[in-house]
């Protein structure tokens, strides 16, 4: 298996983060990822100039110690058909809002 697991959805609090760049990017290995997308458009996946627009790098959200992928899956993807075990991302750290 590629990822630790295929999610659908986003099971973290939303973050409001519109600008990741001031997250440095780091490497991620894919069987740790837990997508938040099940399905992919592979016009998307296999364009040519499908990592040329916004970010470069994946962006990954961590959440009481799980990673999931956010944005990036045709990144991520391409990585694994070259046969790389890591992606470049750039991780947010969320936490869960308090209890009042």
Known sequence: M???GVGDGQPYPPHNLEDWSHLPPRMIRLDELITTKSTLDL???LAADS???GD???HVVEF???LYLEDGLHRALR?????RPFVHGR??????PSAR
């Open 64 to 66: 009481r110690d799980q």
């Open 51 to 53: 990592t040329f627009y």
């Open 91 to 96: 991780v947010l750290v969320v936490t869960a």
């Open 2 to 4: 590629i990822f630790q």
């Open 43 to 45: 016009q998307h996946l």
């Open 56 to 58: 470069i790098f994946c």
């Open 79 to 83: 990585a694994a058909l070259a046969g």
